[in-house]
């Protein structure tokens, strides 16, 4: 039986209350316009104020050609590395952190307690310092928008940051660009149906940009989605790889200039019916750190692809050398475990230094979604009066 409906004496409002609360954005509908990011980076934006109702990502117009690639930033100012600037014992920077941390002997330092969106000048001249002698450099529970994290990339890049001029970036905020791979999108099936993460045997160890005239410095990630588990990160030091050779093979080294190629191809304007090219640069082999001074090497295998005045038998002899120590020395390297659940994670990085590669290992657990700002540095240099990191420090007096 129906209840009985009883009198009230209750007047009916005039207006429907409305109760405050959340309000939750619509999204377009997913296409080849709009992807919906995952749930963490939308609380991100959201807070930010990113607008994303005009799609996702932000994907600028292809260059097309090797000749628009080859003009991008050949005529920067001279770079005022922030490094140079700091205290040497950087007190602004681990007096305000709870924690600092050597993660290895060579590489890799977490600071603990320490938001980067609050960092004053002072403290970023010393963050600067402290990566480019540690190479790589951890942040737990950071709160960071990608304007923020846009204001410091160009600080530390002395006001210059890669705008990449064709992966996908944040809408509204040229310059930081996306790092997102959701499950499975990373393999590559190569035509027999072989699935593969990194065909070709190179593992994926790289150093972004390299074929710029004046390659990123210090570079910084701030991961706002990981998987469950896996999607680690591994970064190796190009200065303890030139502390691997010998005395004699470290002078062959020096002063050998590499050839350098980008990472994508393009169309040749004078011959545009031709396949497309990758952009080819000469940098030194071994280059000087303008803060610390040390020599690194400054060569990866996926785009170091010659030596200048070698042939080629000579060049791939000494460059597969190179390749084997940095990629395969396990005291030279930090491997990097991302935390998953709400809390976002940030690692600044010296890419003049390093190598860095991810481990595809994720498939079914989740995705990886990051947001870049790569700070642009030096035209590459060798000063042959510059000493190797462990002649520098005398760790072998
Ligand atoms: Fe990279």
Do not use: C
């Not at 991008?72 to 490094?83: E, S």
């Not at 001029?165 to 990373?186: K, N, S």
């Not at 940030?346 to 991810?358: A, C, K, L, P, Y």
């Amino acid at each position: 039986m129906a209840p009985v409906a009883t009198e009230t004496t209750t007047p009916a409002p005039a207006h429907p209350v409305v109760k405050p609360g959340p309000v939750t954005p619509v999204y377009p509908q997913e296409d080849a316009n709009f992807k919906r990011p995952p749930a963490n980076t939308l609380r991100r934006y959201e807070k930010a104020g990113i607008d994303i109702s005009q799609g996702y990502p932000y994907l600028p117009n292809k260059p097309e050609f090797v000749q628009d690639v080859e003009k991008l930033q050949t005529n920067l100012r001279d770079f005022v590395d922030p490094g140079t600037r700091a205290d040497p014992e950087k007190k602004a920077l681990f007096g305000a952190a709870k924690e600092v941390r050597d993660l290895s002997i060579h590489v890799g330092t977490e600071i603990v307690g320490l938001q980067l969106s609050e960092l004053n000048d002072k403290q970023r001249d010393e963050l600067a310092l402290l990566v480019a002698e540690r190479s790589v450099v951890f942040f737990r529970d950071q709160d960071l928008s990608p304007q923020k994290q846009k204001e410091l990339g160009v600080y530390l890049g002395d006001g210059e940051i890669e705008i990449h001029p064709q992966v996908p970036q944040v809408p509204g905020v040229p310059g930081v660009t996306l790092i997102w791979e959701r499950a499975r999108e990373y393999i590559v099936k190569d035509t027999r149906g072989f699935r593969n993460a990194y065909p070709s045997g190179s593992y994926g160890w790289h150093t972004d940009l390299v074929h710029l005239a004046f390659p990123p410095g210090y570079t910084h990630l701030h991961q706002d989605t990981v998987p469950e588990v896996g999607g680690d990160t591994l970064w190796a030091s190009g200065y303890s790889a030139y502390d691997k050779f010998s005395p004699a093979f470290r002078r062959i080294l020096d002063g050998l200039n590499g050839i350098y190629r980008s990472a994508h191809q393009y169309k040749d304007a004078n011959d545009p019916s031709a396949p497309a090219r990758h952009v080819h640069i000469v940098h030194p082999l071994v280059r000087t750190h303008p803060v610390t001074g040390f020599k690194t090497i400054f060569a990866n295998r996926a785009m170091t692809v010659g030596i200048e005045g070698l042939d080629k038998a000579e060049s791939d002899a000494i460059l597969n050398h190179i390749h084997d120590v940095y990629e395969k020395s396990t005291d030279l390297q930090i491997r990097w475990k991302w935390t998953p659940g709400t809390s976002a994670m940030g690692v600044s990085w010296d890419n003049r230094t390093t190598i860095h590669t991810v481990s595809y290992d994720y498939e079914g657990k989740g995705e990886r979604h990051g947001t870049r700002v790569s700070s642009l540095a030096e035209k590459p240099f060798f000063d042959p009066k510059s000493k190797s990191r462990r002649e520098a420090l005398g760790l072998d007096a």
